[in-house]
């Protein structure tokens, strides 16, 4: 007679281990793949794909072959050249994309299309200011440089041909200034010339120093001293007043930016003010109003700064 296969409760912790010890290896199998994934992720992004890159090569006879994916390196070079060629003003497009599809209207679309051209033309202001000042520091780096070259004897004409190289406060007209100095011709006018561009105004006060040291036979390196410390201190004066007006720019963007602040606090809170302010005859009241309150707002902090620098310079 065959002997009991056993109790009930012992045939009943046989299967559990069965299952128990299938369960354990199907949870091994996933994590072992899991592993190799991204292991597998891993050496493909990285920098390891050295060996992997030489038997490629090998294996085509020397030609060049595809390297696979990028890696994190390239990748980040990549993002970088298009970010370089990407102006700050598109941004303001990206971002009326995102609020379109946040809040499902075209509105924000042409808003983001309307800022593109305010954002450029702020851009191409800062670029000029910055310009103008490193033109303006290059001209007062100029005069120190001829007054010490004159002071060690050299020549005017020779002494500024030396200097300008050196300094480039002479910017775009350098070439006509230099071509004056070289053979003979009316430095002075060319400077005065030269003076015309923007952050170069300097330069008239080097003409007038030329101009007299030549005709009255006035020393040309005291009076360059004077000019440089003259512009020094207006340099000076300037940052001091930009310092002093850093806090008044700042109000000005805090201000600008508390609308925003706003409707993040609104979506946080469960209000959907996307939905309000673009889907709604009230709310599209209120955003046409705080638009506009908003715009005379940044034109008068604005107006101010400008007419404080505006005074400074008078």
């Given at each position: ?18 299952g ?60 970088g ?45 800062a ?17 120190g ?14 002494a ?49 120093c030329?101009r ?21 201190a ?9 310092a002093?007006?850093?806090g ?17 606090l ?17 709310g599209?009241?209120?955003?046409a109003?705080?638009?506009?309150l ?21």
């Amino acid at each position: 007679m065959a002997a009991p296969a056993g109790t009930a409760p012992e045939r009943v912790r046989r299967r559990t281990g069965r299952g128990r010890r299938g369960v354990n290896g199907t949870t091994e199998v996933s994590t072992g793949a899991a592993v190799a994934c991204l292991g597998t992720a891993a050496w493909l992004l990285g920098g390891g794909r050295a060996g992997a890159g030489r038997a490629r090569l090998l294996l085509a006879g020397g030609e060049a072959v595809d390297g696979g994916p990028p890696g994190w390196p390239r990748m980040a070079r990549a993002w970088g050249r298009t970010r370089g060629r990407l102006r700050a003003e598109w941004w303001s497009l990206a971002a009326g994309l995102v609020l379109a599809v946040l809040g499902a209207s075209l509105l924000p679309v042409v808003a983001g299309a309307a800022g593109v051209p305010l954002l450029r033309r702020v851009r191409r202001a800062a670029g000029r200011r910055h310009a103008r000042e490193g033109r303006g520091d290059a001209v007062i780096v100029l005069c120190g440089a001829l007054a010490g070259e004159v002071r060690a004897g050299r020549q005017p004409a020779e002494a500024l041909l030396s200097a300008a190289r050196d300094s480039g406060g002479l910017g775009d007209m350098q070439a006509t200034v230099l071509a004056a100095a070289r053979f003979g011709g009316d430095v002075p006018e060319a400077l005065a010339e030269a003076a015309r561009q923007p952050g170069a105004e300097g330069l008239r006060g080097l003409a007038a120093c030329w101009r007299v040291a030549v005709d009255q036979g006035a020393g040309l390196a005291a009076g360059l001293d004077r000019l440089e410390a003259a512009l020094r201190a207006e340099r000076d004066q300037r940052a001091d007043l930009r310092a002093q007006l850093a806090g008044a720019r700042a109000t000005a963007v805090l201000l600008a930016g508390l609308p925003v602040v706003g409707l993040a606090l609104g979506a946080a809170l469960g209000a959907d003010p996307l939905h309000i302010l673009l889907h709604t005859p009230s709310g599209l009241a209120c955003l046409a109003a705080g638009g506009v309150l908003e715009g005379l707002g940044l034109w008068w902090a604005l107006r101010i700064v400008r007419s404080a620098e505006g005074e400074a310079a008078a």
